[in-house]
């Protein structure tokens, strides 16, 4: 911790700072990876829909130690009232979960009735859902609304609260968030239930919360740099990144720790579930969500801002400044040569000067 | 930023808060913990659409209709906390039904068949429960007489749809098996037990008036009037519910006492309506009346003047203006013009109800616990604050919970719960945000008490947009979804509320108070704050 805390003022200061925006290339490129194995995978496997999405039963039967032999207990039982079995499995090993294609239900009612008679548990121990071939179109339809409109309005927001850039950026880090995370469940065949699409919108908000703060912070250090000429629109929102890396790794291990307790309780005490699902995504979700505010949203914010006619002048000015007296090459001129740099010397009290003297215009 | 701020006012103000909630969440004679969801205590839940059979839109007097007919049986199930609620409008509408503790197989398909509105000869009248006086000679509290445009005319034909009556006798003495009188008591004659069967129905102890029962419309049927006053046996159906075109509350034309409901029929229903009316206007009291039965339960039951040949009519009777609407509702949407497809039927028992709540806990808490030992380590003394809040905010929300589970019937779901657990990471954050530009204003070499303030006045900015946008997505969740998303997005936005509560009026005063203690400005390592442990000199302190 003391560690973290150590670094958390070196990267103030900027003794020590991540060359994140400048290596952007390697980061699209890392993206743009996973990006293709999403958009890949998710093409050629496509997704495990749970049943809410295909429309179907599912029968889940509480018993004492699920065997192999369950299953092909439940499989018999539900073969002899006629009907066909898509799948069965156990669930954290006390229950054994058959599905089924879409039954009536008087049908539903004779499968529960096979099932709790035949593992010996009172017929209304049996979980049963049953799904209408509608119904999951429908969780779906209402998902892509409700992600369209949030997408417009967090995009005006975004371009009220900061600029259009940022708005830009964040809907791109956001994008490949979702994108990625569903990429991840393509591959690895979790089973996507309506828990699970409320766990992906949740992404949506929580991306975007990570990077508003350090759009925040971008906001505060690039406020009338192009009046000075010390340094790139670039190198400020890399010194901002800097400076929120503590902020986002401590708020992500704060946000993934209870999510990983769902996940490690709701495995070992309920086997799959609503809480399961969810937490999974999440997990999956802010993993992703935090890579993105840094290495995606940022490093694309600086790339837009860069080509603004302001930002060429001043990042020429800069250019000039540092080549006339290199004395004035400072810790950020660092940023531009690579990361990790680390100077011998203590905290730069000439760098103090700058944020305060704009803070008190505010 | 505040001229003066006082930490004091904040605390007292948000000790007021706590304390008035409490209040509110406890008082007494009421449910103290938060409303559960289906699968956290066990029971059926069942998503219906409603859809019109020619497939046009369904109007909002439709959906009402179909509603209140589905609340009927549900009630009808005697579960005192099921639930019927409408989410959506217009074609995407769903009509939710929860049933708690109730996992009966039989529930889906009395919920999804259309309501049965049938008009019922009536055969004889008795009073709803025994009374000790002599035998009743009930007269209907309503009366149909020909509309205006009717032609009267007086056959007093009667048809052999409708036999002598039993005439029964209010012998509470008969003893027939319980089980024979549950709901719908029905028989293709009059014969056998059927009278006795009448004579031992005592309204007032039957479900029968509950509603929610499907009857045959070509049998008889023994029923009673929905607030129990009277039994009826009832001749097979003469119309159905579809035989009806409209029907309107209105006030007499000519004046008079009283609502009355137009009736108009379709050409079918005239047809039958006539023959049936001619029958009954030629008939003796009691049977010269007709039932209107509405699954299973007789609504009203005017007595017929004269035959009504033209397909209009009028019930009239001493209704109030409410008495009249609801009966003109039952007649036009009776018989259901709406189907209704099952979305999605979900059944989970008891006991797996009580173990998902508490695994939702278990992994609330030890969530929690891990937290609060990251920002213990992390934060210090600082951490402290952050902890005390997150209690704060906890309990917030956990009062929240439960005055929202009886004002506006919120109930926590396990999905609701994974919210909450969320949640704690996105409280937490607005500490951690808070916490980060006070040790970063340290950083620059201001003192703690100045670096408490101007680190507020910053983090509060981020903390408000990054928790509107949190907002915003709960807000447009909850919305544009149905089912569990909303309970989720409800908690994920409650909980972020929250949030800024608590970070606006306990945190920030928490943290103002203690940055006048020496201690906290001792440079120990333990506050958190430490300006040696944030890199600056100890020396640049003191020249400050």
Redesign the interface.
């Known amino acids: 911790m003391a560690g973290l805390g150590t670094l958390g003022n070196r990267l103030y200061s900027g003794e020590v700072s991540y060359n994140i925006v400048g290596r952007r290339k390697l980061w699209y490129s890392v993206s743009a990876v996973l990006l293709i194995l999403s958009i890949a995978t998710l093409g050629i496997r496509g997704l495990n829909l749970g049943i809410e999405f295909k429309g179907g039963a599912e029968f889940s039967v509480p018993v004492a130690t699920a065997t192999d032999a369950s299953i092909v207990q439940a499989r018999t039982a539900v073969t002899s009232t006629g009907n066909t079995v898509s799948s069965v499995t156990i669930v954290g090993g006390s229950t054994v979960r058959v599905q089924t294609a879409a039954l009536t239900s008087e049908e539903s009612n004779k499968v529960s009735a096979e099932l709790a008679k035949s593992f010996g548990v009172s017929e209304s121990e049996v979980k049963v859902q049953l799904v209408g071939p509608t119904w999951g179109s429908e969780v779906s339809k209402n998902a892509a609304r409700a992600l369209v409109v949030f997408l417009v309005l967090v995009a005006l927001f975004l371009a009220m609260y900061f600029e259009w850039p940022m708005a830009i950026a964040g809907l791109v880090a956001l994008g490949h968030d979702v994108l990625i995370t569903v990429g991840i469940y393509a591959l690895s065949g979790f089973e996507v239930t309506p828990a699970s699409v409320i766990g992906f919108l949740t992404i949506l908000g929580y991306s975007l919360y990570d990077t508003v703060v350090v759009f925040d912070k971008v906001k505060e250090n690039t406020k009338g740099i192009t009046s000075g000429s010390r340094m790139t629109y670039s190198e400020a929102a890399n010194l901002a990144l800097n400076q929120t890396l503590v902020r986002s790794i401590n708020t992500s291990t704060v946000a993934l720790l209870p999510v990983l307790s769902i996940l490690v309780v709701g495995v070992s005490l309920l086997g799959a579930g609503t809480l399961n699902d969810l937490a999974l995504a999440l997990f999956v979700g802010m993993l992703v969500g935090t890579y993105s505010s840094i290495f995606v949203a940022t490093p694309i914010l600086a790339q837009i801002k860069e080509r603004q006619p302001e930002n060429i002048a001043l990042a020429k000015r800069v250019t000039a400044k540092r080549k006339n007296s290199p004395d004035a090459v400072d810790n950020l001129g660092a940023v531009l040569v690579g990361a990790p740099i680390v100077h011998a010397a203590g905290p730069r009290q000439q760098r103090v000067k700058k944020p305060r003297a704009r803070r008190s215009g505010k | 930023m505040a001229k003066h701020y006082r930490p004091g006012r904040s605390l007292v103000t948000i000790a007021l808060i706590l304390v008035g909630l409490t209040i509110w969440a406890f008082i007494p004679g009421k449910d103290h913990a938060p409303k559960l969801g289906l699968?956290l205590r066990g029971g059926t839940q069942v998503?219906l659409?409603p859809k019109t059979g020619d497939g046009t839109a369904i109007t909002p007097e439709q959906l009402t209709q179909t509603v209140s007919i589905i609340r009927q049986r549900v009630d009808g199930f005697g579960v005192a906390e099921a639930q019927v609620t409408v989410q959506g409008s217009g074609s995407?509408a769903k009509i939710i039904v929860t049933i708690p503790g109730q996992?009966s197989?039989?529930i889906?398909?009395q919920l999804k068949t259309t309501a049965q509105l049938n008009f019922r000869p009536v055969v004889a009248v008795d009073y709803g429960s025994p009374k000790p006086t002599d035998s009743p000679t009930p007269t209907a509290s309503t009366s149909a007489s020909s509309a205006p445009s009717g032609t009267p005319s007086a056959s007093p034909a009667v048809s052999a749809s409708a036999p002598p009556s039993p005439t029964p006798k209010p012998s509470p003495s008969v003893s027939v098996d319980p089980a024979l009188l549950a709901p719908p008591i029905q028989a293709t004659d009059l014969s056998g037990n059927f009278p006795d069967l009448f004579a031992a129905l005592d309204c007032a102890k039957s479900k029968i008036a509950d509603g929610g029962v499907v009857d045959d419309p070509k049998k008889y049927l023994i029923s009673c009037e929905k607030n129990g006053s009277y039994k009826y046996v009832l001749a097979p159906a003469d119309l159905v519910g579809t035989d009806i075109q409209s029907a309107t509350a209105g006030l007499p034309p000519q004046g008079g006492a009283g609502w009355q409901v137009e009736l108009k029929m379709t050409t079918e229903g005239a047809k039958k309506f006539a023959t049936s009316t001619q029958t009954l206007s030629a008939a003796k009291a009691p049977q010269n009346q007709f039932a209107i039965v509405l699954d299973g339960v007789v609504v009203s039951a005017p007595a017929v003047n004269e035959p009504i040949l033209g397909g209009s009519a009028v019930i009239t009777g001493s209704f109030t203006v409410d008495e009249a609407k609801a009966l003109a509702q039952v007649l036009k949407y009776g018989a259901l013009p709406i189907g209704l497809?099952?979305?999605?039927?979900?059944?989970?028992?008891p006991?797996?109800g009580a173990?998902?709540l508490?695994?939702?806990l278990?992994?609330?808490g030890?969530?929690?616990l891990?937290?609060i030992l990251?920002?213990l380590?992390?934060y210090r003394a600082l951490g402290i604050v952050a902890v005390f809040s997150l209690m704060v905010a906890a309990a917030n929300t956990y009062l929240m919970f439960i005055i929202l589970g009886r004002g506006i019937g919120f109930t926590l779901t396990?999905?609701g719960?994974?919210g909450a657990?969320?949640a704690?990471?996105?409280t937490?954050?607005s500490f951690?945000?808070y916490f980060?530009r006070i040790?970063?204003e340290i950083?620059?070499?201001k003192r703690l008490r100045t670096s408490v303030d101007?680190g507020w006045t910053?983090a509060r900015?981020?903390i408000l947009?990054?928790?509107?946008?949190?907002i915003?997505?709960?807000t447009?969740?909850y919305f544009?979804?149905?089912?569990?998303?909303r309970g989720?997005a409800f908690t994920?936005g409650l909980t972020t509320l929250v949030d800024v509560l608590v970070a606006f009026l306990f945190t920030r005063a928490v943290v103002t108070r203690i940055a006048n203690s020496n201690w906290m400005n001792s440079g120990s390592a333990m506050t958190g704050v430490s300006p040696e442990?944030?890199?600056?000199?100890k020396a640049s302190e003191v020249t400050q």
Not at chain 2, 341 to 346: A, I, L, N, R, S
Not at chain 2, 465 to 470: K, L, R, W, Y
Not at chain 2, 480 to 485: A, P, T
Not at chain 2, 533 to 537: D, H, Q, S
Request: glycine content about 8%.
């Open positions: 699968d998503i659409s995407s996992t197989r039989t889906v398909d497809d099952v979305d999605e039927v979900q059944q989970i028992s006991t797996l173990d998902q508490r695994a939702g278990i992994a609330g030890f969530g929690l891990l937290v990251y920002l380590l992390y396990l999905a719960i994974a657990i969320v704690i990471g996105i937490s954050d951690i945000i980060e040790r970063d950083r620059e070499g101007t910053r900015r981020t947009a990054a928790d509107f946008v949190s915003l997505a709960a447009v969740l544009l979804s149905v089912g569990s998303v989720f994920l442990r944030l890199g600056v000199a």
